[in-house]
């Protein structure tokens, strides 16, 4: 099974909510990723889980909040967005293991901040 | 950091053509990754194929790690394959990050 699945798959909110985003893996990997990824533009790199542990945060601003509760189980905290914040949000997992860091991504969470 | 290029950036073919798309990466890598995107945004696993040449039905492909470049090759191309094919590397060295083309858009007309 290679299947990472994400809720929800559409996302309306307003500048003041509060929202989550959730990835779910279990295939056993140990690393996690957000990407986010605009319109005509190729996936960027937000924050990386290792063991569980944050590894890679690429200097994201502080209204997205990632968190990873076990393992299989990453995360994405959301407050306080601005319009220019609506994208595509996609999770990925990976082994993790030397040699090979395959990564497989989720469907995604199209959000709209209005 | 690593530079992935991709070509041809658009690529409009009718159904039943072949195709090659190219990948150029700036430096020694330990993972490379293609991807195609479909029109509802779930990026969907190729290749993994960090060097040599790998085959999948109608697609294959071809990585040659010293001269710093991948081919993907889709033969008898059809409607279901339009959509957006992304190359993803990472850099040697243990980087996590995947760093990725800016993609191919391919169009497969009927």
């Known amino acids: 099974d290679t299947e990472v699945t994400q809720t929800p798959k559409h996302l309306v909110m307003g500048m003041t909510n509060k929202k989550s985003l959730k990835c779910e893996q279990h295939m056993g990997h140990r690393a996690m990723y957000w990407y986010k990824q605009k319109a005509k533009k190729p996936p960027e790199l937000m924050f990386v889980y290792s063991y569980e542990k944050l590894s890679i945060n690429e200097s994201v601003p502080s209204r997205f909040s990632p968190e990873c509760p076990n393992s299989s189980l990453l995360n994405l905290h959301l407050h306080a967005l601005q319009p220019e914040d609506s994208a595509l949000y996609l999770c990925a997992s990976s082994h993790r293991t030397s040699g090979r860091n395959e990564q497989y991504f989720g469907p995604g969470t199209r959000l709209t901040v209005t | 950091g690593i530079q992935v290029e991709q070509s041809p950036p658009d690529l409009i073919l009718q159904e039943g053509a072949n195709s090659t798309l190219r990948c150029n990466f700036s430096?020694?890598?330990?993972?490379l990754q293609w991807f195609h995107q479909n029109p509802w945004g779930q990026l969907i696993n190729l290749f993994y194929i960090p060097s040599g040449t790998k085959q999948n039905g109608r697609l294959s492909a071809t990585t040659v790690a010293t001269e710093r470049y991948s081919l993907l090759y889709i033969s008898s191309s059809q409607t279901t394959d339009s959509g957006v094919y992304f190359c993803a590397v990472h850099n040697q060295g243990g980087s996590e990050k995947l760093v990725f083309g800016k993609g191919t858009k391919l169009t497969v007309n009927p």
């Open positions: 430096d020694s890598v330990n993972n």
